[in-house]
């Protein structure tokens, strides 16, 4: 399969995006994730979120359904001859990244307590407090 320099533009114009590579260190560590779980994890917007998704989606990295009113994504499968090895060593970096932990650590935390509860669409998620006891918004 040839592959046109177009495409390979298109690739590395996706990638050239910190919270897009977080959403992907995110998707090589958990087949699935919801939206409210990348707000979560990343600490953003419902908003930012779905605009980030959007270009993973377009760019052929990701894939989504819906369930009801809710969007999962998962990694798309590799196999494109672009795709495979870059993707290879992007999960490689990212692993070695300082936020690699921190952005999994929040989303495990998040998905052992709190995923149960709905978030609103338009309120931006906040993971539990010790301190306060408070917990996040409703969907």
């Not at 046109?4 to 090589?28: G, H, I, P, S, Y």
């Amino acid at each position: 399969m040839e592959v046109a320099v177009k495409d390979v533009a298109k690739f590395f114009k996706v990638l050239a995006d910190e919270a897009r590579l977080k959403m992907l260190w995110l998707l090589f560590n958990h087949k699935e994730l919801c939206v409210c779980d990348f707000l979560v994890a990343l600490d953003i917007s419902q908003s930012k979120a779905s605009r980030h998704l959007r270009t993973l989606l377009h760019g052929g990295l990701v894939t989504d359904r819906k369930a009801g009113l809710w969007s999962y994504y998962s990694l798309c499968p590799l196999d494109d001859e672009l795709l495979r090895p870059h993707m290879k060593a992007l999960r490689t970096s990212l692993a070695k990244s300082p936020y690699a932990d921190v952005v999994l650590k929040r989303l495990h935390d998040w998905l052992q307590s709190n995923r149960t509860v709905p978030v609103l669409p338009w309120a931006k998620a906040k993971p539990k407090t010790k301190q306060s006891g408070a917990t996040r918004s409703s969907r």
